[in-house]
């Protein structure tokens, strides 16, 4: 049987303000990443690319964030902060393939 | 006939070296001088230059500041430098209409006036509308590989500035050595590239690593030109530094060059 395991990668440091705070982890569940300096003012499409690249997930795609609680993707065009109304969020990051 | 380049630029020099001398400026070995206050043409840039304090920190005390006021090392002293690319005078110009002020008597007086640490008297703060339109908003985000950073725009009363948050904060256990290899980072930095300020925010507790430009007090006629290369120079060193700040930040970052202090290198030009 194969085991996966998940690979915390190391956190970052504390946060400052404006800045929002979440998990992500990829889609196969292998590297998840707690992500505390993130500026609420990005749009989701640029901090999506910033985290695959965290990530070390192919920078050449486009990839999308998913709200692990509620099964939506967040708009790529609007700023992170506007949809991340709960602390302790937890996001998937996904190819961007949802869009046709 | 073709008429000389040199023939072509007479005419602005002339102008120019006018408005000096009407302003009180007396010609220097390479420019001009009025009290402490130089000015000079370096390259393609019009730099006036003071004097920077005794004992002030050229990483925290010029923050803040209105203006493009900054220090720069010259060989072992620091200097005080305002430096507007010459390029921006002309895209401005064709803002003007004939009661203005000529684009360089502006930006004399903006750096003239700014060199007390006040704003302008009677400066008017451009509509937020205004430089929305001048400033893309897919352009204030910056991405560099995992690293992403937002440029913030300051617009408040007597104050027009834009400043990115490289790390917004800064371990208070970090060592001493670090330390040192930090300022010395954003000191090199803030040598060699124009219009940039860089150094440490202190705030309830908490330090934060930033880059600023403060265009308070710009001349109406060039607020589209300052901002959009402003813009351009903040992303350029946000990119190039904030891999390497983190990296210095990072308490589990384990390098033995970094337990030894930096040797503090003098800027022999003395220009950015």
């Given at each position: 049987m194969n085991m996966t395991t998940v690979e915390v990668l190391p956190t970052t440091r504390a946060s400052g303000p404006g800045t929002v705070s979440f998990t992500a982890r990829d889609i196969a569940g292998l590297n998840e990443i707690t992500v505390t300096d993130m500026p609420g003012a990005a749009p989701v499409g640029d901090v999506a690319r910033s985290l695959a690249n965290r990530l070390n997930l192919p920078t050449d795609v486009p990839w999308s964030l998913r709200n692990d609680r509620s099964g939506e993707y967040l708009k790529d065009d609007a700023d992170l902060a506007s949809q991340v109304p709960e602390a302790g969020a937890k996001f998937t990051?996904?190819?961007r393939t949802h869009l046709g | 006939m073709t008429t000389p380049?040199?023939?072509?630029?007479r005419g602005p020099l002339c102008e120019r070296d006018a408005m000096l001398h009407r302003r009180g400026f007396d010609r220097c070995d390479d420019g001009w001088r009025r009290n402490g206050l130089e000015f000079r043409i370096a390259?393609?840039?019009l730099q006036f230059e003071t004097a920077w304090p005794d004992n002030a920190d050229p990483l925290s005390d010029h923050l803040g500041k209105p203006g493009l006021w900054k220090p720069v090392r010259v060989g072992h002293?620091?200097?005080?430098?305002?430096t507007v690319q010459e390029s921006a005078l002309s895209e401005g110009a064709d803002a003007l209409d004939e009661t203005d002020r000529s684009s360089f008597e502006s930006v004399l007086d903006w750096a003239a006036e700014t060199a007390d640490g006040a704003a302008p008297v009677g400066w008017a703060l451009p509509e937020r509308d205004t430089i929305d339109a001048y400033l893309p908003k897919t352009r204030l985000t910056i991405v560099q590989h995992s690293f992403t950073r937002q440029v913030e725009l300051i617009h408040a009363t007597g104050r027009l500035a834009l400043r990115v948050s490289l790390l917004s904060n800064l371990p208070v256990e970090l060592?001493?050595?670090r330390l040192s290899w930090l300022r010395e980072m954003l000191l090199e930095a803030q040598d060699e590239n124009h219009l940039v300020r860089l150094g440490l925010t202190h705030d309830r507790g908490q330090s934060a690593v930033v880059v600023e430009i403060d265009l308070t007090g710009v001349p109406a006629a060039l607020l589209q030109p300052m901002l959009s290369t402003s813009l351009d120079a903040l992303r350029w060193v946000a990119c190039q530094l904030v891999e390497s700040v983190d990296f210095i930040a990072e308490a589990g970052t384990v390098?033995?060059?970094?337990?030894?202090?930096?040797?503090?290198?003098p800027n022999p030009s003395g220009e950015p």
């Open positions: 990051i996904t190819p | 380049i040199t023939a072509l630029m390259g393609s840039w002293q620091l200097r005080r430098i305002f060592p001493a050595s390098s033995r060059a970094l337990e030894i202090c930096p040797v503090t290198q």
